[in-house]
């Protein structure tokens, strides 16, 4: 067991450290017009899917159909996902099956999937393929050999000296052999425990279940972190002979025992307790597969067990779409890990003493919670055991497919760190993606409900970042419980809390194929965001994709900016815990976490800063508070610190933010608000000219700031994601280091504040409104809505009627009154609604009223769109040199605007206001607005109606008569504003 102590350090992990090639990196390219890109993001930038393939019910139609709308909306990279819709009661939803396809991988199959790549190569579309039906991987195909395995044994005890022949009892717990109907297993060791005078008294080892990795039961932290890794490590009080059995007298007896389990034996003078260890199956099956899918799931330590499945499933399909000369896919993926505790394999005994350099046959009896030698000692053997576990399975199976497929010329992007509980160490895994890879969950009230459970981005953030990857992905707007309850706007704050982990490749769960006679909502997957087709707002997606995509555009350029590296060690389990403001760091910093591999093989000092090889550095490296590490790691710590780079151990009370400070290193963000609950997040990358922060409120509440960057000689400019805006920033002071400004973000607002221009000779220091100042200073007033913005040309304009002072750089001053003129819309409106789902085609609405509220049945359980056309009147002299918005005032849930028959865009994101200005004209305006709402009210509305008469079709059957109705449609008021 070469493990020493020494305060504060951690352990081993790994992987290949090797660049990816651009063709496995989604096509990326260095951008030679940032701005360009910005208004349209390439398609590296688009986001992915899970086009779920549901009990395999797909044709040529639906897949080119499904393919073709992706690619208008901004989706390019979806994952073939065959899978079952997961019939039966799932928190309240009854699901109903749909008519089968193919079987998974059949001939059949493959030949759709073939048409797939080529109708994806035609539309230069890049695709992914999940390698089995459901998850995780298996099938029917999968014998007890190659199946997932567990040990287990069973014990008696017998007392010496005298000669033994005992018929040994099977272990409990196997795994019955479908194919023969007895159970599987294979001898593993008989053990003789000479057991201590004083054994019985002897306390089991805490939670051996969990160290000894029969559960995954992880406990929880206290903090609202998740898991609490860490607990695997803590160290159990041990008194003087506090063991059952003394390493020496444990005596291997399995060449006394037949194949049948007898034994035959002259046992020596003493108590002996006779252990016999076997392996077996953990049962464990494929989960939520189509028909013919399913099977056990296969041995992840056992490489000929992945070599068998992948000859099996994948490469058939590959061989012929080389015969046919297709270019995709593009990847292979693999869902999260859901296969419980596995805890063995064949020739594991053979792999551990490799690797530990001992035989761990006499320290078996501790995997059953049995002290040998000493508590230390078997929990230090419990300690390498896991190791093995985790280092077999990133060896034996995602190192191993990963060469599998780029023999294939494949990429592979699996969720190989988690984020389940899982006998992993997830940063190592992790590092073997061409595309890292985790999942974040949608806000619900049903499932994944605290933040802990919902994001499982920082972790193939890290990996990114420590291993040079490009890309972070994630499986992302998951959800269960939620059926077509979601628009656009309350999707946001989920993905900006993503984006701000380090997620720069969205990959939607879920796009459900859904064939035409299913209907409308039509056949969806339990769970997920459904993103299709037969949403509501399937017209208006690209305008949110648009949003989306900037994002990820900009968050893929340049290198992440981290003041920090946080070593998280070499436990198995261990994994990354959500984005989050550690205590000894405290805001304004952020951060990555590591692992030994890294640390062994890719950091490097220079000039005091920790580098890798790919561009990342960070000021410090920051040890945990538990104990343990690596010889090797605690050498390459030493030698580390010794060249001059920042170590800092918690272990020892050391304090993160005071030795950043001390070094130098001023925080990169600070926000200052009068709102006690104020809740802003950053993240920042750098390009070789460009400072790229994206500001993130995460409340729903308005927020006036200050806010400062570790920027300065920059004149700071606004991007704005959701329309593609790009505004001069003029208003600013610099001083030491810092660039400040003040900045208005609406409830759950985000925006791009970007430096790439040398600082302005002519901007503002300072602004006043009715003789309060508004900058440098935080004023009083919290400001509910935006007090001014700077137009492109950077040009002030005010949105508060008052008098305002703005002072420049060279101390010159403005002064000047403004005014605003509110012109209500109050005009009858025609409001024309879609017969095919119950609406009348054309009513009046002399007042604005929710559909929800209207007495017409037709109205009020009417769910898709309703075009509103009025006409308001402006005169020449009201708008000249002036700026006009639209307020649409309330609105459920998003709009398509145009004005005199020129598009003013979707409007997805309250407040529901806009400038107008360049498509207005003098005297009559039109007005129309299509105005979205979402299906609920519709499928409530179907059941008050027999069966035939019904709208909608769906296999989700949820909603009831005496569900409430969702507010819908617009109520206003509904105003124009000029400026």
Request: one cysteine or more.
């Amino acid at each position: 067991m070469k493990k020493i102590l020494l305060s504060g350090c951690i352990f081993l992990v790994g992987c290949t450290g090797q660049k990816p090639a651009t063709d496995y990196n989604l096509g990326f390219s260095v951008s030679a017009d940032l701005e360009a890109g910005f208004a349209t993001p390439p398609s590296y930038a688009e986001a992915g899917a899970f086009w779920m393939w549901l009990e395999g019910n797909i044709s040529k139609e639906g897949i080119l159909s499904d393919l073709t709308e992706m690619k208008r909306v901004g989706i390019n990279n979806p994952t073939v996902f065959d899978a079952s819709v997961c019939p039966g009661t799932t928190y309240g939803t009854l699901t109903e099956r749909p008519a089968a396809g193919p079987v998974f991988m059949s001939p059949e199959w493959r030949e759709l999937f073939v048409y797939t790549c080529r109708v994806a190569d035609s539309l230069d579309m890049d695709i992914s393929l999940n390698i089995c039906s459901g998850w995780n991987s298996g099938g029917a195909w999968v014998t007890p050999e190659h199946a997932a395995k567990k040990i287990v044994w069973s014990e008696i005890v017998v007392d010496g000296p005298k000669q033994i022949s005992e018929q040994l009892p099977l272990p409990k717990g196997l795994l019955t052999d479908e194919r023969t109907g007895k159970p599987f297993y294979e001898l593993v060791a008989v053990l003789a425990l000479k057991l201590a005078a004083n054994s019985d008294s002897v306390q089991p080892l805490e939670n051996f279940h969990l160290k000894a990795v029969h559960s995954i039961g992880i406990p929880a932290t206290n903090n609202g972190l998740g898991y609490d890794w860490a607990s695997l490590l803590k160290e159990e009080p041990s008194r003087e002979n506090d063991r059952h059995a003394c390493l020496k007298e444990v005596i291997d007896i399995t060449d006394k025992t037949d194949a049948e389990g007898h034994l035959s034996w002259d046992a020596p003078e003493g108590r002996y307790l006779i252990m016999r260890f076997v392996y077996t199956g953990t049962g464990i099956r494929v989960s939520s597969h189509s028909p013919g899918g399913g099977g056990l799931v296969i041995d992840y330590l056992k490489r000929e067990a992945m070599k068998m499945y992948y000859d099996r499933t994948v490469k058939p399909v590959l061989n012929e779409l080389k015969s046919a000369g297709v270019k995709n896919p593009k990847y292979l993926f693999e869902d999260s890990w859901e296969l419980n505790a596995v805890n063995w394999t064949e020739g594991f005994e053979q792999y551990f003493k490799k690797v530990h350099g001992y035989d761990l046959l006499p320290y078996l009896p501790a995997i059953a919670g049995r002290v040998i030698e000493s508590r230390e000692a078997s929990n230090r053997f419990l300690y390498d055991f896991r190791r093995a576990i985790g280092d077999l399975i990133w060896e034996n199976h995602y190192k191993y497919v990963k060469e599998l497929a780029r023999n294939d010329g494949l990429g592979y992007h699996p969720e190989s760190g988690g984020p389940h509980p899982a006998p992993i160490d997830a940063l190592k895994n992790e590092g073997i993606n061409d595309i890292p890879m985790g999942e974040f969950w949608l806000r619900s009230n049903t499932h994944r409900v605290t933040p802990d459970r919902r994001f499982y981005v920082k972790q193939p953030a890290s990996a990114a970042h420590i291993y040079g990857r490009r890309f972070v992905a994630a499986e992302g707007l998951t959800s269960i419980g939620p059926h077509w309850e979601e628009d656009f706007a309350y999707m946001k704050p989920t993905l900006d809390r993503a984006y701000c982990e380090g997620l720069n490749h969205l990959v939607i769960c879920t796009f459900s194929h859904s064939p035409k006679e299913a209907g409308k909502p039509g056949t969806e997957f339990f769970a997920g965001t459904h993103f299709n087709p037969n949403t509501t707002w399937w017209k208006q997606a690209p305008a949110f994709l648009a949003w989306s995509n900037r994002v990820s555009f900009m968050l893929s350029q340049g290198l992440f900016i981290g003041d920090v590296c946080y070593y998280y060690g070499d436990n198995v389990p261990n994994q990354v815990p959500m984005k989050h403001v550690n205590a000894d760091l405290g805001e304004g910093y952020d951060y990555d976490v590591c692992n030994t591999e890294v640390i062994l093989d890719r950091m490097s000092v220079r000039d005091g800063k920790i580098i890798l090889p790919d561009g990342m550095s960070y000021h410090a490296l920051v040890l945990p508070k538990h104990k343990g590490v690596s010889p090797e790691a605690a050498k390459k710590i030493k030698s580390m610190k010794k060249a001059g780079a920042t170590i800092i151990d918690l272990h020892t009370g050391e304090n993160t933010r005071d030795a950043l400070l001390k070094k130098g290193v001023i925080p990169d963000f600070i926000y200052e608000s009068r709102k006690p609950n104020a809740l802003i997040d950053y993240i920042h990358r750098r390009t070789d000219s460009v400072e790229i922060y994206y500001v993130v409120n995460r409340n729903e509440q308005p927020e006036y700031l200050r806010v400062s960057f570790r920027v300065e000689g920059r004149m700071p400019e606004l991007w704005h994601p959701e329309t593609g805006a790009i505004n001069e920033y003029p208003v600013y002071q610099t001083a030491a280091g810092r660039t400040t400004l003040p900045l208005f973000l609406e409830p759950f607002g985000s925006v791009f504040v970007v430096f790439r221009k040398p600082q302005a000779a002519a901007h503002y220091e300072s602004i006043s409104f009715d003789g309060k100042n508004l900058f440098p200073e935080l004023p009083q007033d919290t400001f509910d809505t935006q007090p001014f913005v700077f137009q492109k040309d950077g040009k002030h304009l005010p949105l508060l009627a008052g008098n305002w002072t703005l002072s420049s750089y060279e101390g010159k001053t403005q002064t000047f009154d403004a005014g605003i003129e509110t012109i209500p819309v109050d005009a009858a409106w025609e409001v024309r609604f879609d017969t095919a789902w119950g609406g009348p085609e054309k009513i009046r609405f002399d007042k604005l009223v929710l559909w929800n509220e209207h007495p017409d049945d037709g109205i009020r359980y009417y769910s898709g769109t309703a075009e509103y056309a009025t006409v308001f009147r402006l005169r020449a002299e009201q708008r000249r040199d002036k700026r006009v918005y639209l307020d649409l005032g309330e609105l459920y849930n998003l709009a398509e605007v145009h004005v005199n028959g020129q598009p003013a865009g979707v409007w997805w994101q309250p407040p529901f206001s806009q400038d107008i200005t360049d498509l207005l004209k003098d005297g009559e305006n039109t007005l129309q607005i299509q105005v979205v709402n979402l299906w609920p009210n519709r499928l409530i509305g179907d059941q008050f109606l027999p069966e035939e008469k019904r709208f909608t079709k769906t296999n989700i059957k949820k909603f009831r008569k005496e569900h409430p109705l969702r507010p819908s449609g617009l109520a206003g008021p509904v105003t124009i504003r000029i400026f």
